[in-house]
Protein backbone atom coordinates (compact mmCIF):
# COMPACT_ATOMS: atom_id res chain seq x y z
CA UNK A 1 0.00 0.00 0.00
CA UNK A 2 1.57 3.70 -0.58
CA UNK A 3 -0.02 6.91 -1.19
CA UNK A 4 0.99 9.01 -4.39
CA UNK A 5 2.09 12.65 -5.05
CA UNK A 6 2.45 14.27 -7.67
CA UNK A 7 3.62 17.82 -8.44
CA UNK A 8 5.82 20.02 -10.50
CA UNK A 9 2.98 20.89 -13.69
CA UNK A 10 2.00 24.18 -14.57
CA UNK A 11 1.72 26.13 -18.02
CA UNK A 12 4.33 26.12 -20.42
CA UNK A 13 5.18 27.17 -24.00
CA UNK A 14 5.83 25.10 -26.72
CA UNK A 15 9.70 24.01 -26.80
CA UNK A 16 9.44 24.31 -22.69
CA UNK A 17 10.18 21.71 -20.27
CA UNK A 18 9.05 20.92 -17.03
CA UNK A 19 10.13 18.10 -14.47
CA UNK A 20 6.96 16.55 -12.14
CA UNK A 21 7.33 14.97 -9.28
CA UNK A 22 5.81 11.69 -7.45
CA UNK A 23 6.71 11.35 -3.91
CA UNK A 24 5.35 8.19 -2.66
CA UNK A 25 4.20 7.85 1.37
CA UNK A 26 6.70 4.55 1.86
CA UNK A 27 10.47 3.28 0.17
CA UNK A 28 10.03 2.65 -3.32
CA UNK A 29 13.00 0.74 -2.87
CA UNK A 30 11.40 -2.82 -3.64
CA UNK A 31 8.55 -1.21 -5.56
CA UNK A 32 9.31 -3.58 -9.00
CA UNK A 33 7.45 -0.84 -11.40
CA UNK A 34 6.42 2.71 -11.60
CA UNK A 35 5.37 4.89 -14.11
CA UNK A 36 3.98 7.88 -15.36
CA UNK A 37 0.29 8.57 -17.39
CA UNK A 38 -1.80 11.13 -18.80
CA UNK A 39 -5.17 11.93 -19.44
CA UNK A 40 -6.37 14.50 -22.10
CA UNK A 41 -9.88 15.56 -21.46
CA UNK A 42 -11.78 13.28 -23.53
CA UNK A 43 -9.50 10.51 -23.77
CA UNK A 44 -8.58 7.75 -22.13
CA UNK A 45 -5.54 7.41 -19.72
CA UNK A 46 -2.43 6.50 -21.36
CA UNK A 47 1.01 5.02 -20.73
CA UNK A 48 4.46 7.98 -20.83
CA UNK A 49 6.73 6.08 -19.23
CA UNK A 50 7.92 3.14 -16.76
CA UNK A 51 10.96 2.37 -14.73
CA UNK A 52 11.44 -0.56 -12.62
CA UNK A 53 13.63 -1.22 -10.05
CA UNK A 54 16.66 -2.59 -11.97
CA UNK A 55 16.12 0.90 -13.83
CA UNK A 56 14.68 -0.45 -16.78
CA UNK A 57 12.53 2.38 -18.57
CA UNK A 58 9.75 2.11 -21.57
CA UNK A 59 8.27 4.86 -23.54
CA UNK A 60 5.48 5.55 -25.39
CA UNK A 61 6.67 6.35 -29.09
CA UNK A 62 5.59 10.32 -29.03
CA UNK A 63 7.69 10.97 -25.97
CA UNK A 64 10.58 9.25 -27.33
CA UNK A 65 13.62 11.43 -27.00
CA UNK A 66 11.79 14.26 -25.18
CA UNK A 67 11.03 12.73 -21.47
CA UNK A 68 13.14 11.39 -19.34
CA UNK A 69 11.82 8.92 -15.78
CA UNK A 70 14.23 8.05 -13.25
CA UNK A 71 13.89 7.45 -9.67
CA UNK A 72 15.25 8.13 -6.77
CA UNK A 73 15.08 5.42 -3.73
CA UNK A 74 16.37 7.13 -1.04
CA UNK A 75 14.04 9.95 -1.67
CA UNK A 76 10.88 7.70 -2.54
CA UNK A 77 10.34 9.67 -5.27
CA UNK A 78 9.68 9.28 -8.99
CA UNK A 79 10.64 11.70 -11.71
CA UNK A 80 9.55 12.61 -15.22
CA UNK A 81 11.69 15.28 -17.18
CA UNK A 82 9.87 16.53 -20.14
CA UNK A 83 11.53 18.44 -22.54
CA UNK A 84 10.34 20.13 -26.41
CA UNK A 85 6.58 20.04 -24.90
CA UNK A 86 4.02 19.99 -27.54
CA UNK A 87 0.47 21.56 -27.34
CA UNK A 88 -0.98 17.65 -28.05
CA UNK A 89 1.57 16.48 -24.43
CA UNK A 90 -1.23 19.14 -22.59
CA UNK A 91 -2.89 16.36 -20.36
CA UNK A 92 -3.41 15.77 -16.29
CA UNK A 93 -0.35 13.60 -15.45
CA UNK A 94 -0.56 10.71 -13.03
CA UNK A 95 1.95 8.37 -11.08
CA UNK A 96 1.55 4.91 -10.47
CA UNK A 97 2.69 2.01 -8.53
CA UNK A 98 2.00 -1.02 -8.91
CA UNK A 99 2.61 -3.55 -5.64
CA UNK A 100 1.98 -7.43 -6.29
CA UNK A 101 -1.44 -7.13 -7.36
CA UNK A 102 -2.31 -4.00 -7.07
CA UNK A 103 -2.25 -0.38 -8.71
CA UNK A 104 -2.40 2.56 -7.05
CA UNK A 105 -2.65 6.10 -8.60
CA UNK A 106 -2.01 9.68 -7.31
CA UNK A 107 -4.19 12.56 -7.32
CA UNK A 108 -2.71 13.72 -11.20
CA UNK A 109 -0.99 17.24 -11.94
CA UNK A 110 -1.85 19.64 -14.74
CA UNK A 111 0.29 19.88 -17.52
CA UNK A 112 -0.82 22.74 -20.31
CA UNK A 113 1.67 23.52 -23.63
CA UNK A 114 0.37 26.76 -24.73
CA UNK A 115 1.36 29.47 -26.50
Known amino acids: QVQLVESGGGLVQPGGSLRLSCAASRSIFSIRTMGWYRQAPGQQRDLVAT???????VYTDSVKGRFTISRDNAKNTVYLQMNSLKPEDTAVYYCNANIATMTYWGQGTQVTVSS
Open 51 to 57: ITSSGNT
